[in-house]
């Protein structure tokens, strides 16, 4: 199960960090992928963080402004964007990858992910 939390409503060049937390199953085992959909788009792939977390993903919109970590000890994954924009407002989940390391490009595809956490707003307005 995994579980997104931290959205909001900030300032544009304001900044979050996200967290999504795991539980029931071998956190240490998965990669760990943010996503984020905006109304109506389809799901965007935003960033992903191999296990253990020595290589990182992102996508061109986000690169340089935000950075994915994850903290073991409390299986749980953190996105902290910074310079956030109007067009980053979306809901943001975080899902399971179906292995520790995407190879590829494979990390920004959904189908590449077999559990998703519930999805939480980031709103991005003055």
């Known amino acids: 199960q995994l579980q997104a939390s931290g959205g909001g409503l900030v300032q544009p060049g304001g900044s979050l960090r996200l967290a999504c937390a795991a539980s029931g199953f071998s956190f240490d085992n998965y990669a760990i992928g943010w996503f984020r959909q905006a109304p109506g788009k389809g799901r965007e792939g935003v960033s992903c963080i191999s296990s253990p977390g020595g290589r990182t993903f992102y996508s061109n919109s986000v690169k340089g402004r935000f950075t994915v970590s994850r903290e073991s000890a409390k299986d749980t994954v953190y996105l902290q964007m910074n310079s956030l924009r109007p067009e980053d407002t979306a809901v943001y989940y975080c899902?399971?990858?179906?292995?520790?390391?995407?190879?590829?490009?494979?990390?920004?595809?959904?189908?590449?992910?077999?559990?998703w956490g519930q999805g939480t707003l980031v709103t991005v307005s003055s």
């Open positions: 899902a399971r990858f179906l292995g520790t390391y995407p190879i590829a490009g494979t990390w920004a595809n959904p189908f590449q992910y077999d559990s």
